[in-house]
């Protein structure tokens, strides 16, 4: 059974009087939620204290990338055991925003991946393509490039521990979304290639949409078979909208 996931990416986004408000309006309107998990995923500045704000709360911390590297001469990097030591649980991998901006390769975010698991924190690897892959019919072999470097160099049963994150890269931040169908294709898509390696790891692996998911849409998402959750950006910083999404998702359950 899948335990769905939904899990707030703040991006570069708050401050502490910002963070302080957000923190207590989703303690209260996520109460004890049951059925899904939640985490948010604030800028590492603030990680620290954010843990101690959601302490005896049922929502996890996660940070937004971790390094490849343990330690060392690495300026501006932060490890996977910094952010375990802080009270993380979930690290995202590969956001489309780094791939883009600091040129991440996919084997550079297959070693932050398994970096990241030796720390004993829960990878979120993102996968997705652009509009001009979409568009050129390239998009299953974007997503298999992406996914296969990391199944690669970690091994299926990695993914025992880990969250995929389907992000199509025109929808984030667009208001764009994927249709359902659009979304639920490419989700079994991934299921499918992870299953061809081990089948039981697939059957297990949680698979989030990821791209302009908000309230209004996420129950038509979140009702397709292989959708167990979503990271969701913009919507994650209005506590009503992000709490919406959750109880979206507490209300599907895998059997
Ligand atoms: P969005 O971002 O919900 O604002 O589209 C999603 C993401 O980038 O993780």
């Known amino acids: 059974m899948r335990t769905p996931l939904v899990a ?24 004890d939620i049951q059925g899904v998990d939640v985490a948010v995923c604030p800028p590492a500045v603030y990680l620290a204290e954010i843990a101690t ?53 996919s084997a550079w975010v297959a070693a932050k991946f398994v970096a990241a698991q030796s720390a004993g924190l829960i990878p979120i690897l993102c996968v997705g393509e652009q509009k001009v892959d979409r568009e050129s019919g390239r998009t299953e072999n974007v997503v298999a490039e992406q996914l296969d470097a990391v199944l690669d160099a970690a091994g299926v049963e990695a993914f025992e521990r880990a969250v995929i994150a389907y992000e199509p890269v025109w929808a984030i931040g667009t208001g ?3 249709t359902p169908e659009q979304a639920q294709e490419v989700h079994a898509f991934i299921r499918n290639r992870v299953a061809s390696r081990d089948p039981r790891v697939a059957a297990d692996l ?40 959750a109880n979206a998702a507490g209300e599907r359950v895998v059997a």
Request: aromatic content about 4%; charged content about 20%.
């Open 8 to 31: 707030g990416n703040w991006k570069m986004n708050g401050s502490r009087e910002a963070n302080r408000a957000l923190v207590s309006a989703l303690k209260g309107s996520l109460g």
């Open 176 to 178: 764009l979304t994927a």
């Open 206 to 245: 949680r698979i989030l949409y990821g791209g302009s998911m908000k309230a209004e849409n996420a129950a038509g998402l979140l009702a397709l078979d292989d959708i167990d959750g979503g990271l969701i950006g913009g919507a994650s910083l209005d506590a009503a909208a992000f709490t919406a999404i």
């Open 53 to 105: 704000d959601l302490s005896g709360s049922v929502i996890a911390l996660g940070a937004q990338d971790c390094s490849d590297q343990e330690k060392g001469a690495y300026t501006g990097e932060l490890s996977g055991p910094m952010l375990a030591e802080v009270g993380c649980r979930y690290v995202i991998v590969g956001h489309s925003e780094r791939r883009e901006r600091q040129n991440e390769s």
